[in-house]
């Protein structure tokens, strides 16, 4: 973090569990919070939330940046797609592997303002 950069974690479902492996998943959140970083600049504001709903685990991490362009969103999954010059383009491709390997997805959500990407995983006991 920059000296004026922010992280926020927050969970709404404290004991809230998944059933997967621990560092693919964490690197997955990891990738979003560096892309977030990343993207927001230097007076970066992230938050990852963590909640439950309909027997999913709800991970979201949010951003004050300029968002996703529209032109991208589209593509942003792809393996080797990237609007960054030192991107590889696989950082969001793996997030989204990981998600679908652990039976979730992964969604660009629409905020009024940077971005927001939403994991959803089957919580622990669910029959979702």
Do not use: K
């Amino acid at each position: 973090l920059t000296e004026r950069a922010r992280l926020t974690i927050r969970t709404h479902a404290p004991g809230l569990a998944v059933r997967g492996n621990p560092d693919a998943l964490v690197g997955a959140i990891l990738n979003l919070a560096n892309n977030a970083l990343d993207a927001a600049g230097p007076d970066a504001l992230v938050e990852i939330e963590a909640r439950e709903r309909g027997g999913w685990a709800e991970i979201r991490v949010r951003d004050n940046g300029p968002g996703v362009p529209r032109e991208a969103r589209e593509r942003i999954f792809e393996p080797f797609y990237t609007t960054r010059s030192h991107g590889t383009g696989l950082g969001l491709a793996v997030v989204r592997s990981v998600a679908l390997a652990h039976g979730g997805s992964i969604d660009l959500e629409e905020p009024l303002r940077g971005a927001s990407f939403r994991i959803r995983l089957p919580a622990l006991g669910a029959d979702a």
